[in-house]
Protein backbone atom coordinates (compact mmCIF):
# COMPACT_ATOMS: atom_id res chain seq x y z
CA UNK A 1 0.00 0.00 0.00
CA UNK A 2 2.53 2.57 0.79
CA UNK A 3 4.17 1.50 -2.61
CA UNK A 4 1.24 2.81 -4.68
CA UNK A 5 0.73 5.23 -2.52
CA UNK A 6 4.18 6.81 -3.11
CA UNK A 7 3.17 6.22 -6.89
CA UNK A 8 0.42 8.25 -6.86
CA UNK A 9 1.75 10.45 -5.38
CA UNK A 10 4.75 11.00 -7.99
CA UNK A 11 2.21 10.70 -10.62
CA UNK A 12 0.28 13.08 -8.94
CA UNK A 13 3.60 15.66 -9.00
CA UNK A 14 3.99 14.91 -12.84
CA UNK A 15 0.76 16.18 -13.98
CA UNK A 16 1.24 19.15 -11.75
CA UNK A 17 4.42 19.83 -13.16
CA UNK A 18 3.67 19.09 -16.67
CA UNK A 19 0.60 21.71 -16.19
CA UNK A 20 2.71 23.80 -15.21
CA UNK A 21 5.44 23.49 -17.95
CA UNK A 22 2.85 23.54 -20.44
CA UNK A 23 4.74 23.78 -23.83
CA UNK A 24 4.38 25.57 -26.27
CA UNK A 25 6.46 24.84 -29.91
CA UNK A 26 7.31 28.23 -31.75
CA UNK A 27 8.38 27.70 -35.55
CA UNK A 28 9.91 25.64 -37.38
CA UNK A 29 11.82 27.41 -39.41
CA UNK A 30 14.26 26.07 -42.53
CA UNK A 31 12.38 22.79 -44.10
CA UNK A 32 9.30 22.35 -42.63
CA UNK A 33 8.94 17.97 -43.51
CA UNK A 34 10.74 14.96 -43.09
CA UNK A 35 10.80 11.08 -42.27
CA UNK A 36 10.47 9.97 -38.55
CA UNK A 37 14.51 9.61 -38.35
CA UNK A 38 14.91 13.07 -39.43
CA UNK A 39 12.57 15.06 -36.52
CA UNK A 40 15.09 16.05 -33.45
CA UNK A 41 14.17 17.37 -29.88
CA UNK A 42 15.58 18.44 -26.86
CA UNK A 43 13.80 19.65 -24.20
CA UNK A 44 14.95 20.87 -20.25
CA UNK A 45 14.38 18.24 -17.99
CA UNK A 46 13.22 19.67 -14.37
CA UNK A 47 15.88 21.41 -12.43
CA UNK A 48 18.11 21.55 -15.31
CA UNK A 49 19.94 24.46 -16.61
CA UNK A 50 21.43 24.80 -19.71
CA UNK A 51 25.32 25.17 -19.33
CA UNK A 52 26.53 24.08 -23.02
CA UNK A 53 25.65 24.38 -26.76
CA UNK A 54 28.28 22.82 -28.84
CA UNK A 55 27.84 23.95 -32.18
CA UNK A 56 29.69 21.60 -35.14
CA UNK A 57 29.49 24.49 -38.93
CA UNK A 58 31.32 25.39 -41.48
CA UNK A 59 31.52 28.73 -42.82
CA UNK A 60 28.01 28.14 -45.08
CA UNK A 61 25.98 25.80 -42.65
CA UNK A 62 24.94 24.94 -39.19
CA UNK A 63 25.95 20.40 -39.27
CA UNK A 64 25.16 19.83 -35.54
CA UNK A 65 23.74 20.84 -32.23
CA UNK A 66 24.64 19.50 -29.34
CA UNK A 67 23.53 20.46 -25.88
CA UNK A 68 24.97 19.88 -21.96
CA UNK A 69 22.88 20.65 -18.82
CA UNK A 70 23.87 21.19 -15.33
CA UNK A 71 21.86 19.32 -12.17
CA UNK A 72 22.63 19.34 -8.99
CA UNK A 73 26.18 19.86 -9.48
CA UNK A 74 26.04 16.71 -13.04
CA UNK A 75 26.32 17.88 -16.11
CA UNK A 76 23.84 15.97 -18.92
CA UNK A 77 24.93 15.83 -22.34
CA UNK A 78 22.24 15.05 -25.12
CA UNK A 79 22.42 13.33 -28.41
CA UNK A 80 24.05 15.18 -31.23
CA UNK A 81 21.71 16.16 -33.99
CA UNK A 82 22.17 16.51 -37.13
CA UNK A 83 25.98 15.60 -38.16
CA UNK A 84 25.19 12.90 -40.43
CA UNK A 85 28.01 15.13 -42.23
CA UNK A 86 31.33 16.74 -40.89
CA UNK A 87 31.69 20.71 -40.37
CA UNK A 88 35.09 22.57 -40.11
CA UNK A 89 34.95 23.88 -36.81
CA UNK A 90 33.51 23.19 -33.54
CA UNK A 91 32.75 26.48 -31.26
CA UNK A 92 31.27 25.84 -28.04
CA UNK A 93 29.30 28.65 -26.66
CA UNK A 94 29.39 28.22 -22.42
CA UNK A 95 26.46 30.23 -20.48
CA UNK A 96 27.31 31.95 -16.98
CA UNK A 97 25.31 30.37 -14.23
CA UNK A 98 22.81 33.75 -14.75
CA UNK A 99 22.63 33.62 -18.08
CA UNK A 100 19.44 32.52 -19.88
CA UNK A 101 18.65 32.65 -23.90
CA UNK A 102 16.12 35.26 -24.87
CA UNK A 103 16.20 35.43 -28.56
CA UNK A 104 17.60 32.98 -31.80
CA UNK A 105 18.36 34.35 -34.84
CA UNK A 106 18.76 32.06 -37.91
CA UNK A 107 19.71 32.49 -41.52
CA UNK A 108 18.76 30.18 -44.15
CA UNK A 109 20.26 28.56 -47.65
CA UNK A 110 20.31 25.62 -50.14
CA UNK A 111 22.25 22.83 -50.33
CA UNK A 112 21.72 20.27 -52.79
CA UNK A 113 18.42 22.14 -53.53
CA UNK A 114 16.86 22.13 -50.01
CA UNK A 115 16.87 24.37 -47.56
CA UNK A 116 19.36 24.63 -44.14
CA UNK A 117 20.14 27.11 -41.46
CA UNK A 118 22.99 28.35 -43.06
CA UNK A 119 23.96 30.45 -39.61
CA UNK A 120 22.39 30.38 -35.88
CA UNK A 121 23.11 33.16 -33.19
CA UNK A 122 21.85 32.61 -29.38
CA UNK A 123 21.07 36.16 -27.51
CA UNK A 124 21.00 35.84 -23.86
CA UNK A 125 20.48 38.53 -21.09
CA UNK A 126 23.82 39.22 -21.07
CA UNK A 127 25.64 39.13 -24.48
CA UNK A 128 25.00 37.25 -28.11
CA UNK A 129 26.85 34.62 -29.24
CA UNK A 130 27.35 34.21 -32.95
CA UNK A 131 26.88 34.04 -35.58
CA UNK A 132 28.06 30.46 -36.68
CA UNK A 133 28.04 29.35 -40.10
CA UNK A 134 27.33 31.73 -42.61
CA UNK A 135 24.66 34.39 -43.02
CA UNK A 136 22.27 35.20 -45.58
CA UNK A 137 20.14 37.20 -46.74
CA UNK A 138 17.17 35.49 -45.83
CA UNK A 139 17.23 35.91 -41.84
CA UNK A 140 14.89 35.59 -39.24
CA UNK A 141 15.02 37.01 -35.34
CA UNK A 142 12.70 35.76 -32.74
CA UNK A 143 12.80 36.83 -29.08
CA UNK A 144 10.64 35.67 -25.66
CA UNK A 145 10.24 36.50 -22.39
CA UNK A 146 13.27 35.52 -20.02
CA UNK A 147 12.76 32.12 -18.30
CA UNK A 148 10.58 30.80 -21.29
CA UNK A 149 12.69 28.53 -23.29
CA UNK A 150 12.56 25.22 -22.25
CA UNK A 151 14.19 23.47 -25.40
CA UNK A 152 14.37 23.06 -29.30
CA UNK A 153 13.25 20.62 -32.18
CA UNK A 154 13.54 20.56 -35.92
CA UNK A 155 14.64 18.69 -38.86
CA UNK A 156 17.86 17.42 -39.40
CA UNK A 157 19.83 15.01 -41.43
CA UNK A 158 23.31 15.72 -43.01
CA UNK A 159 22.54 18.71 -41.42
CA UNK A 160 20.18 21.20 -39.51
CA UNK A 161 17.48 21.66 -41.91
CA UNK A 162 15.20 23.41 -39.38
CA UNK A 163 14.62 24.43 -35.87
CA UNK A 164 11.54 25.86 -33.63
CA UNK A 165 11.54 26.57 -29.92
CA UNK A 166 9.61 25.11 -26.88
CA UNK A 167 8.80 27.56 -24.64
CA UNK A 168 6.12 27.91 -21.95
CA UNK A 169 4.37 30.22 -20.21
CA UNK A 170 5.13 31.91 -16.52
CA UNK A 171 1.47 32.46 -15.79
CA UNK A 172 -1.75 31.83 -18.19
CA UNK A 173 0.26 33.26 -20.90
CA UNK A 174 3.75 34.31 -22.65
CA UNK A 175 4.91 37.30 -24.89
CA UNK A 176 6.80 36.40 -28.71
CA UNK A 177 8.52 39.42 -30.09
CA UNK A 178 8.29 42.29 -30.42
CA UNK A 179 9.04 43.13 -34.20
CA UNK A 180 9.70 46.38 -35.22
CA UNK A 181 10.04 49.58 -32.78
CA UNK A 182 11.62 48.18 -29.69
CA UNK A 183 10.96 51.11 -26.88
CA UNK A 184 7.38 53.26 -27.03
CA UNK A 185 8.30 57.02 -26.45
CA UNK A 186 5.51 56.73 -23.44
CA UNK A 187 2.84 54.59 -21.91
CA UNK A 188 0.31 56.16 -24.38
CA UNK A 189 2.24 54.21 -26.79
CA UNK A 190 1.73 50.37 -25.83
CA UNK A 191 -1.08 48.80 -27.19
CA UNK A 192 -2.47 45.21 -26.04
CA UNK A 193 -5.28 42.81 -27.24
CA UNK A 194 -6.10 39.72 -25.62
CA UNK A 195 -8.66 37.23 -26.65
CA UNK A 196 -11.43 37.26 -23.54
CA UNK A 197 -11.79 33.33 -22.04
CA UNK A 198 -14.29 31.67 -24.72
CA UNK A 199 -14.53 34.46 -27.58
CA UNK A 200 -13.20 33.74 -30.75
CA UNK A 201 -11.50 36.35 -33.26
CA UNK A 202 -13.90 36.69 -35.66
CA UNK A 203 -12.56 39.72 -37.30
CA UNK A 204 -9.29 41.98 -37.97
CA UNK A 205 -9.56 45.45 -39.75
CA UNK A 206 -6.27 46.59 -41.31
CA UNK A 207 -6.01 50.56 -41.94
CA UNK A 208 -3.03 50.82 -44.58
CA UNK A 209 -1.14 52.20 -47.25
CA UNK A 210 2.27 51.60 -48.10
CA UNK A 211 2.83 50.52 -44.30
CA UNK A 212 0.46 49.85 -41.87
CA UNK A 213 -1.64 52.27 -39.85
CA UNK A 214 -3.58 50.60 -36.73
CA UNK A 215 -5.47 47.36 -36.75
CA UNK A 216 -9.07 46.63 -34.87
CA UNK A 217 -9.90 43.14 -33.98
CA UNK A 218 -13.35 42.12 -33.38
CA UNK A 219 -14.54 38.85 -31.43
CA UNK A 220 -17.54 36.75 -31.20
CA UNK A 221 -19.09 35.45 -27.63
CA UNK A 222 -22.83 33.91 -27.99
CA UNK A 223 -23.90 35.11 -30.91
CA UNK A 224 -22.76 38.82 -29.83
CA UNK A 225 -19.44 41.04 -31.16
CA UNK A 226 -17.09 42.85 -29.38
CA UNK A 227 -14.90 45.62 -31.10
CA UNK A 228 -11.41 46.36 -29.72
CA UNK A 229 -10.06 50.26 -29.62
CA UNK A 230 -7.84 50.62 -32.70
CA UNK A 231 -4.41 50.29 -31.91
CA UNK A 232 -2.15 52.84 -34.04
CA UNK A 233 -4.16 55.61 -36.57
CA UNK A 234 -3.10 58.64 -35.50
CA UNK A 235 -2.51 59.00 -38.88
CA UNK A 236 -4.61 58.06 -41.59
CA UNK A 237 -4.22 55.06 -44.40
CA UNK A 238 -5.02 54.78 -47.86
CA UNK A 239 -6.81 51.56 -47.74
CA UNK A 240 -9.19 49.34 -45.55
CA UNK A 241 -9.22 45.63 -45.27
CA UNK A 242 -11.61 43.47 -43.12
CA UNK A 243 -9.80 39.74 -42.32
CA UNK A 244 -13.14 37.83 -41.46
CA UNK A 245 -12.37 34.28 -40.05
CA UNK A 246 -14.56 31.12 -40.04
CA UNK A 247 -15.77 29.40 -37.06
CA UNK A 248 -13.51 27.13 -37.33
CA UNK A 249 -11.07 29.10 -38.22
CA UNK A 250 -7.86 29.82 -36.11
CA UNK A 251 -4.40 31.95 -36.58
CA UNK A 252 -1.58 29.69 -36.30
CA UNK A 253 1.07 32.26 -37.35
CA UNK A 254 1.73 35.91 -38.63
CA UNK A 255 4.30 37.41 -41.35
CA UNK A 256 5.42 40.13 -42.38
CA UNK A 257 8.11 43.21 -43.05
CA UNK A 258 9.44 45.52 -40.38
CA UNK A 259 10.97 49.09 -42.67
CA UNK A 260 11.22 52.62 -41.98
CA UNK A 261 8.82 54.82 -42.35
CA UNK A 262 8.55 57.30 -45.72
CA UNK A 263 6.69 60.47 -46.78
CA UNK A 264 5.70 63.60 -44.10
CA UNK A 265 6.90 61.20 -41.01
CA UNK A 266 10.27 59.87 -42.46
CA UNK A 267 12.76 57.54 -40.98
CA UNK A 268 10.51 55.91 -37.86
CA UNK A 269 10.48 52.30 -37.31
CA UNK A 270 7.39 50.73 -38.23
CA UNK A 271 5.70 47.40 -39.38
CA UNK A 272 5.37 48.07 -43.46
CA UNK A 273 3.29 45.15 -44.11
CA UNK A 274 1.95 41.72 -42.47
CA UNK A 275 -0.36 38.66 -43.18
CA UNK A 276 -2.08 36.68 -40.86
CA UNK A 277 -1.97 32.32 -41.31
CA UNK A 278 -4.95 30.21 -40.26
CA UNK A 279 -5.30 26.69 -40.16
CA UNK A 280 -7.20 27.06 -43.54
CA UNK A 281 -5.78 29.97 -45.42
CA UNK A 282 -2.84 33.26 -45.53
CA UNK A 283 -4.99 36.54 -45.59
CA UNK A 284 -2.51 39.49 -47.02
CA UNK A 285 -0.10 40.74 -47.44
CA UNK A 286 -1.82 43.83 -46.43
CA UNK A 287 0.56 47.28 -46.43
CA UNK A 288 4.15 46.93 -48.80
CA UNK A 289 6.04 44.41 -48.59
CA UNK A 290 9.59 45.39 -47.99
CA UNK A 291 12.29 46.07 -45.49
CA UNK A 292 13.06 43.01 -42.92
CA UNK A 293 10.96 39.97 -43.13
CA UNK A 294 9.79 37.95 -39.93
CA UNK A 295 7.88 34.87 -39.76
CA UNK A 296 6.22 33.80 -36.51
CA UNK A 297 4.28 30.26 -36.47
CA UNK A 298 3.25 28.36 -33.13
CA UNK A 299 0.66 25.52 -32.37
CA UNK A 300 -2.78 25.49 -33.12
CA UNK A 301 -4.78 26.73 -30.47
CA UNK A 302 -1.86 28.60 -28.70
CA UNK A 303 -2.84 31.77 -29.95
CA UNK A 304 -3.92 34.71 -27.18
CA UNK A 305 -3.37 37.93 -28.67
CA UNK A 306 -1.42 40.85 -29.73
CA UNK A 307 0.93 43.44 -28.14
CA UNK A 308 3.33 46.18 -29.36
CA UNK A 309 3.89 49.61 -29.77
CA UNK A 310 1.89 52.34 -32.15
CA UNK A 311 1.59 56.06 -32.76
CA UNK A 312 0.71 57.69 -36.43
CA UNK A 313 1.45 54.05 -37.40
CA UNK A 314 1.81 50.46 -36.40
CA UNK A 315 5.65 50.35 -35.06
CA UNK A 316 5.68 47.35 -33.69
CA UNK A 317 4.09 43.82 -33.00
CA UNK A 318 4.14 40.40 -30.77
CA UNK A 319 1.96 38.18 -29.78
CA UNK A 320 0.79 36.40 -26.55
CA UNK A 321 0.26 32.69 -26.40
CA UNK A 322 -0.84 30.07 -24.28
CA UNK A 323 -0.25 25.95 -23.88
CA UNK A 324 -3.31 24.01 -25.11
CA UNK A 325 -5.30 22.49 -22.77
Known sequence: MA???EKLEMALKLQVNSKVAGFIRVGTWGKQSGGPENRWSFELEQDHKLQKITIDHGNDMIYSLMFTTECRGDLHTSNKVGGWGGGQTISEVIFDFDEE????????????GYTIISSMSFETNKRIHGPFGGT???VFSLPWDKGSLVGFYGIAGNYIDGIGVYVKAHEEI???GTWGKPHPEGPQNIWSFQIERNHHLKKITIDHGDLIYSLMFTTQYRGLTYNSKKVGGWNGGDKVHEVMFDWNEELSAISGTVALSRGTYYGHTIISSISFVTNKKTHGPFG????????VPWDDGSFAGFYGVCGYFLDSIGVYLKAKK
Open 3 to 5: TIV
Open 136 to 138: SSS
Open 288 to 295: DVRGMPFT
Open 174 to 176: MRI
Open 101 to 112: IVGLKVSFGTRG
